[in-house]
């Protein structure tokens, strides 16, 4: 089974190809416009999108990174007009797997159509053995810091890592919470095992009940094949579930039941199976108070809290920041910006001086930021974001167009570093896709 979103304002196209991959199978999801697309793609799971070139609210070129922003393994093929190479060069260069002619290739859909699929997840199975293969080697050496704070925690993770206790990590976003869950894997019993994580906050309910579940052929529309879930795949492993606090009542109680028994039963069937796997939750959320008000259950929480270990916001651990920052100039500088040795005491006093709402995420973030703008070899506070260099110089010697002109070129290299990939220079500046097409209109900036 395959999901394929079609994007087509012109509704005879639309329902031809709705109609042809209907009758290979697949299950198809319509949108006239970028905007419903888009809308589309927030709420469900897609594998393949045919997407048109001309929409009426803008360019489906365009749409290409935004679409790989929200779901990375997406592959897309553009249908595009008769002998429109400009356009088909862009979107291949803006990520897209290939194109074709509306009503000339007739024949290449469906071809197309599943060489994509197979890419799509190909690349899904490498992830989730990068992630496998991360956690077998991670341990707790990558936990970085002398802090107190970071020390108890350590420690208290590590005593529960060699038992099956569930362990459940609280902590801000950012904090390292998968971090801890990988390290405590790799230093179980269960460490030549499965490691497989998921974020409860990614799925609605329907598509994160299957995606832990499974489910049977038959079990619903369009289910042709057997699906393994999550909890099944990590048999003998561990399940890292992170914002646990998401997660519907209604799958609570399912997880309590693994929790309790071992068993589960796949969506559509009444067979119990029985699994042995270890869970560790996370959740940025406060669990009591999401019990007083109905959204988390007691039962589950008691089940879970059996090893609470708390991690602590980056800014409780200040002394731990100019170590942080060594080792992430260390570890980018390894396979990039070889040229850059360290960082200057101004730059690390900066460092120190932020709030870190984004914690170790948020540094990582920064620090590379600041790498790729670096000519020198060394790291100074003139290297920082943008935003940065405002609140540490005399804004009053500096006037608008200095800012501007400071930020663009700061826009500029960062898009050049990333090959003009929109979705990762967004994440790399830490600013929404909207802002960055904004910012690249306002300035003028050629992509």
């Not at 005491?345 to 914690?359: C, M, P, S, T």
Request: glycine share 6%; proline share 2%.
């Amino acid at each position: 089974m395959a999901n394929v979103l079609i994007i087509e304002d012109e509704v005879d196209v639309r329902q031809l190809l709705k109609r042809v991959l209907s009758l290979e199978g697949f299950i198809i999801y319509e949108a006239a416009n970028c905007k419903a697309a888009l809308q589309m793609l927030e709420k469900e799971t897609v594998d393949v999108v045919l997407c048109d070139v001309k929409l009426p609210d803008g360019n489906g070129v365009d749409l290409i990174p935004r679409v790989k922003a929200l779901h990375p393994y997406i592959e897309i093929i553009m249908l595009t007009a008769y002998g429109n190479i400009p356009d088909s060069v862009q979107a291949i260069k803006n990520g897209a797997f290939d194109y074709i002619t509306k009503a000339n290739d007739n024949d290449r859909i469906l071809p197309l159509l599943y060489r994509a699929l197979e890419k799509s997840k190909l690349e899904k199975r490498v992830a989730i053995l990068e992630q496998q293969a991360a956690s077998r080697y991670a341990n707790f050496d990558s936990v970085i810091g002398k802090s107190q704070g970071i020390r108890e925690a350590k420690t208290l993770a590590q005593m529960a890592a060699p038992t099956d206790a569930p362990v459940l990590l609280l902590g801000e976003t950012g904090t390292g919470k998968e971090v801890f869950a990988q390290a405590i894997h790799a230093t179980s019993k269960r460490n030549t095992k499965t490691f497989l994580g998921l974020n409860c906050s990614a799925f609605s309910k329907e598509l994160l009940e299957n995606e832990l579940f499974g489910h049977k052929a038959g079990a619903f529309t369009g289910a042709i094949k057997e699906k393994k879930g999550l909890i099944e795949e990590a048999n003998e492993g561990t399940l890292f579930l992170d914002e646990i606090g998401e997660m519907p009542l209604e799958l609570q109680a399912k997880l309590l039941r693994i929790l309790e028994t071992n068993t589960f039963i796949k969506i559509g069937d009444t067979k119990q199976i029985k699994v042995n796997i270890r869970i560790i939750a996370a959740t940025n959320k406060d669990l009591q108070q999401e019990i007083r008000e109905g959204r988390f259950r007691g039962d589950l929480f008691y089940r879970l809290n059996l090893v609470t270990i708390t991690l602590p916001a980056l800014r409780e651990r200040q002394e731990d920041i100019p170590l942080l920052a060594a080792f992430f100039v260390k570890k980018i500088t390894q396979s990039a910006y070889q040229h850059v040795k360290g960082m200057t005491n101004a730059f690390v006093e900066r460092l120190q001086k932020h709030d870190w709402r984004g914690n170790i995420r948020e540094l990582r973030n920064v620090i590379e930021r600041s790498l790729i703008v670096c000519q020198g070899d060394t790291l100074t506070v003139e290297h920082m974001p943008i935003e940065w260099q405002y609140n540490t110089f005399n804004t009053k010697s500096i006037s608008a167009f200095d800012l501007a002109s400071v930020e663009y070129l700061h826009i500029q290299r960062v898009l050049q570093y990333a090959k003009g990939n929109k979705s990762q220079a967004a994440k790399l500046l830490n600013i929404g896709i909207a802002t960055l097409y904004r910012k690249i209109e306002e300035y003028k900036i050629d992509t």
